[in-house]
């Protein structure tokens, strides 16, 4: 069923935060966008909830720190737009073994000065205790709300003049011979649009394979948040109001975890890593494995005076769609499409805070055909077919 009012410019497929940045842009050049997302807007289910995700432009990889800067700079000015805040500034602390290749090439790529161990200890009030050997840096970070800023993005979006429409799952993307794509969905709608982006997440390889037979290397990770109670007498030393970081453990494994706020008297502590899932085929067992108990050790060596490590108090389910190097997707579907389709995915656990920059990008590349003032040679569908490990690691 085709309506003469289903005709878009841009036709964005998926409503988490990076199809909502991207209609958000569309909409903001004046173009006619429509974004379309197979669930609940706000929805739990993939990447894009949850109540905190971390800023930082700490990055082994130089290609990075750009996309974070100018984030900052996109989401401040969403922020004045909206009249509200997502985003509260806080400092952000890597802290690794002095010899590991990946925390040298973060401090290769940041100007912040390394600092040792009783530095760590002064400045952030002896809540770490870092072995010997170990060295770190601390900048400038920050804490997101993620859905609130899924929800802010969207509703800028439709004050734009952005059509919104939740429940609708894409069936099939096919060449419009007058020009375009022809989006239809599960419910027999057709959409008509002279551009369109695909932004699914962990639904990409899925999508991306019943559209063209290509398979993205794209896997879906089910992994797990975890909260943990704070000791007593120290549940205002590591707030943000307090000035406690995120940070960021380099090492094996990766820990990561941001100040107590959401939850008073929790801290969220949690591994890096996750297990392979089919995304319409969860288990929904985050409370278990590796990914607790890896934190659990964690905590009692590095926030012993602190923390509880006992057992999280609560999980909380989340998803990564993991590329083989880590790197995100961001090129034009090709084929019979052209560049008719833009396809952003892959932002493999650490894409949410780059959200506005992403989203300007994939508007630019559907909008105008490329994308200015960024290299994207790192982020092409292509390097899968010359080393199926994608890029070189240290590039």
């Excluded at 909206?82 to 100007?111: E, F, M, W």
């Excluded at 290299?375 to 092409?380: E, H, V």
């Amino acid at each position: 069923m085709e309506l003469p009012d289903d005709r878009f410019d841009v036709i964005i497929i998926g409503g988490g935060i990076m199809g909502s940045c991207t209609a958000y842009e569309a909409a903001k050049r004046g173009r006619r966008a429509l974004l379309l997302e197979q669930f609940d807007f706000l929805h739990h289910r993939g990447s894009s909830h949850g109540e905190s995700r971390t800023i930082r432009a700490t990055y082994p990889k130089s290609y990075y720190p750009p996309l974070v800067l100018e984030s900052y700079s996109l989401w401040s000015k969403a922020e004045s737009e909206a009249g509200y805040r997502v985003l509260t500034k806080t400092r952000h602390l890597v802290v690794g073994p002095a010899a590991d290749c990946s925390l040298q090439a973060v401090i290769a790529n940041s100007t912040a000065r390394v600092i040792d161990r009783t530095e760590v200890d002064d400045l952030f009030s002896g809540s770490f205790r870092l072995p010997d050997g170990w060295i770190g840096i601390s900048e400038t970070g920050g804490v997101i709300k993620p859905t609130k800023a899924v929800a802010m993005f969207q509703t800028l979006a439709l004050k734009r003049g952005a059509v919104l429409k939740d429940h609708t799952e894409v069936k099939e993307i096919k060449k419009d011979e007058a020009g375009g794509v022809l989006i239809t969905t599960a419910n027999g709608h057709i959409f008509r649009g002279a551009k369109c982006v695909v932004t699914v997440g962990s639904w990409t390889r899925k999508l991306v394979n019943t559209v063209t037979g290509l398979v993205l290397p794209i896997q879906p990770l089910h992994t797990c948040v975890c909260y943990w109670k704070i000791k007593d007498g120290y549940e205002k030393d590591l707030t943000l109001e307090k000035g406690f970081p995120t940070f960021s453990s380099y090492s094996e494994p990766h820990i990561y975890g941001t100040p107590s706020a959401e939850f008073p008297g929790l801290i969220k502590i949690a591994m890096d890593s996750g297990y392979p899932c089919d995304p319409d085929l969860r288990d929904w067992t985050s409370s278990s494995g590796v990914l607790v108990d890896a934190v659990h050790s964690w905590i009692k060596e590095f926030l012993p005076g602190r923390v509880e490590a006992e057992r999280p108090v609560m999980t909380q389910a989340c998803m990564y769609s993991m590329t083989p190097d880590g790197d995100f997707v961001i090129d034009f579907l090709g084929g019979e499409f052209g560049t008719d389709v833009v396809v952003g995915a892959g932002f493999s656990g650490h894409g949410f805070k780059m959200g506005p920059a992403v989203g300007r990008i994939l508007a630019d590349l559907a909008i105008d055909g490329e994308a200015k003032g960024v290299d994207l040679r790192w982020f092409r569908m292509a390097r899968f077919e010359e080393d199926p490990k994608g890029n070189a690691k240290g590039v």
